[in-house]
């Protein structure tokens, strides 16, 4: 009873500290701009708004709160707990070190769609960038079920129709981009596929929080099966889980989140990889943990590299994937040498 409390106890400490962590790393990204907002500034503007307070504040700086960066903000906590979350449920499916949500070309496929609403005006108009997104991840979904022989693939199968998917549907947006398109229109969506917060505001964020949250109730309540595949498809299958229906519903969440990610703000890669590893050396392999940890973690690595992308390079915004990746490549790199010297 007493070690039972105990662990709850530190449970609670270390959640406690983990919201904290996203608290200040959030506000440290609405502080961060043209205009400098102090710590305490934001901390009352919000605190005002749920009616705690009623300190006295500038009018610009309400604005900008509300109106543009903490949106952004939470925007990109989310997406980061989205992508982190589904690279776990990839690297257990797989159980492969090196899956992420890209693997499988979904994000290569939410591309294609957006960029050929952009570009091309398909649906004249009644097909939103968000649509067409979703048509594309789930076409590329579709297209990597049937290649790896739908359900019944294993996981080398899968991966190797996910490479396929990428090279594909990668080749058909700069198809698109550069017959298409003109000039500005290309340098505009080539900055969107590397990943942009600069548009997110409160619709995004209802719509990401909504997806998000529900994928990590959806994981939490699959963690026992994530945890079985971790043995193979064989030994999952003995221990009672079916692993065709398994596989392809955890899937299908990963496509979705993803999609509702690429849609709003682009393709941004390695989240999925470097978040769940470093989360499983914190907190170990068992899902029930992990998944949480990768939430959090993910959202604060995201926040964080949005900070970066505003302050590497004086008035000048780079795109969020390329901060990502200078995080992501070294990390895959050690992965990678890890992995063959284990083989």
Do not use: K
């Not at 970066?308 to 200078?326: K, M, N």
Request: hydrophobic share 55%.
């Amino acid at each position: 009873m007493g070690q039972s409390l105990g662990r709850l106890t530190m449970l609670g400490g270390m959640l406690l500290a983990s919201l904290a962590a996203i608290a200040l790393v959030i506000a440290v990204s609405v502080g961060i701009g043209d205009l400098p907002i102090p710590l305490a500034t934001t901390f009352h503007a919000v605190t005002n708004r749920l009616g705690w307070t009623s300190v006295e504040l500038s009018r610009i700086h309400e604005t900008v709160i509300w109106d543009y960066r903490l949106s952004r903000a939470l925007v990109a906590a989310f997406c980061g707990a989205g992508l982190a979350l589904s690279g776990a449920i990839m690297q257990s499916l797989l159980r492969n070190p090196l899956a992420e949500p890209y693997v499988l070309g979904i994000s290569a496929g939410a591309s294609t769609g957006a960029v050929a609403i952009v570009i091309l005006g398909v649906g004249a108009g009644a097909v939103s960038l968000s649509m067409g997104a979703f048509a594309g991840a789930f076409a590329a979904f579709l297209f990597v079920a049937l290649l790896s022989n739908g359900t019944r693939g294993g996981a080398d199968r899968t991966i190797l129709a996910g490479v396929a998917a990428s090279q594909l549907f990668n080749a058909a947006t700069s198809y698109v981009v550069t017959t298409s398109g003109n000039a500005q229109q290309a340098r505009d969506v080539m900055f969107w596929l590397l990943g942009s917060f600069s548009g997110a505001r409160w619709p995004e964020f209802m719509l990401v929080s909504i997806v998000v949250s529900g994928g990590l109730v959806a994981c939490l309540l699959s963690a026992r099966i994530l945890d079985a595949f971790a043995f193979g498809d064989e030994s999952a299958a003995a221990l009672g889980v079916d692993v065709g229906r398994a596989r392809l519903l955890l899937f299908a969440l990963t496509a979705l989140m993803t999609a509702t990610i690429v849609s709003m703000v682009g393709s941004i890669g390695f989240v999925g990889l470097v978040v769940p590893h470093a989360a499983r050396f914190l907190v170990g392999p068992m899902h029930i943990r992990l998944l949480p940890a990768c939430a959090i973690a993910g959202a604060i690595f995201m926040v964080a590299a949005d900070i970066a992308s505003r302050v590497l390079i004086p008035q000048q915004v780079l795109p969020v994937g390329v901060v990502t990746a200078l995080v992501g490549v070294p990390f895959f790199s050690v992965i990678l040498y890890r992995f063959q010297r284990a083989s």
